[in-house]
């Protein structure tokens, strides 16, 4: 089948796991991106190789309508990592689906993964559904498949496992069932929408219990929390931490070794092993 893919390298498995299973890339859809939080030169990399077309504005009914013409109405439209909604493919294409890294109808949103971490899902999972014009990731389910997390899940952990079930969703099912799934999807019913993380989100509260600041480091992972040392700011990429009873006031440096910094937190200390200093024009907003 010929496709059309809009997304970048976040779950460019998708785009890769439909090319293995034959399907004939037409044309990619992507965006720029900041090399820290988003990337696409991979995909970028594969659609030259392909000797297609790449468009980095933002995806629009006239693009639609183009492709339907081009190639014929018969031709799946797959999303996958896309920051717009995407409207105008009824009555254009036959097929159009989004690839969303949590087990809908939970987690819709943007980027779902912090908070599956710090609320502490024992199970996550990613889902294919149809492309709905009015909402996002709120279409009809086309597969899912659900895997557990660990009591010490990382950012990286959990971003690798979504981003190989994605690939096993595109290469099986989605490849071989397509129309088959496309007649009996599932409602999703009811669910819940995650909106983006900001500083806030990120930011650790020594106030509360080591643990919980350690979840939090490993929720964010390389994209990095932050934290106040004093009056700086700093972004955490790494952090250990033991529980000991003390009298410190949480938050305060209680000891350097290099550039390791322990802080107390509300039952023993966090220690940073990983971290930088936050510029001061730094708006550390996360990109996706």
Request: glycine share 10%; aromatic share 10%; with cysteine.
């Amino acid at each position: 089948m010929k496709f059309a893919f809009a997304g970048i390298d976040f779950l460019g498995g998708v785009f890769d796991g439909l090319i293995e299973a034959g399907w004939t890339p037409v044309k990619l859809f992507t965006r720029p991106c900041d090399g820290l939080y988003d990337h696409n030169d991979v995909v970028v990399a594969q659609a030259r190789r392909h000797r297609i077309p790449i468009q980095l504005s933002r995806l629009l009914p006239d693009d639609i309508e183009r492709l339907a013409s081009e190639h014929g109405r018969d031709i799946a439209l797959v999303v996958a990592g896309y920051p717009w909604l995407v409207r105008g493919w009824h009555g254009r294409m036959r097929y159009a689906l989004n690839f969303h890294p949590s087990p809908l109808p939970t987690g819709r949103g943007p980027y779902p993964l912090f908070k599956a971490i710090l609320d502490r899902y024992e199970s996550w999972g990613v889902t294919a559904h149809v492309l709905a014009e009015q909402g996002f990731d709120t279409g009809d389910i086309l597969a899912q498949e659900i895997f557990p997390l660990g009591s010490h899940e990382t950012h990286e952990t959990l971003l690798a496992k979504c981003q190989m079930a994605g690939r096993r969703l595109a290469l099986g099912p989605i490849a071989r069932e397509l129309p088959e799934r496309w007649r009996r999807a599932e409602p999703q019913g009811d669910g819940s929408y995650w909106p983006r993380v900001n500083d806030a989100d990120r930011t650790l509260d020594f106030r509360q219990d080591v643990a919980e600041l350690l979840r939090h480091v490993r929720a964010f992972g390389t994209i990095e929390t932050i934290a106040r040392l004093g009056s700086a700011r700093v972004f955490v990429a790494a952090a250990d931490g033991w529980q000991e009873a003390h009298r410190h006031t949480p938050g305060t440096v209680v000891h350097r070794h290099r550039r390791h910094v322990v802080v107390a937190a509300r039952d023993g200390y966090v220690q940073f092993t990983r971290w930088s200093p936050v510029p001061l024009n730094e708006a550390g907003q996360i990109g996706r």
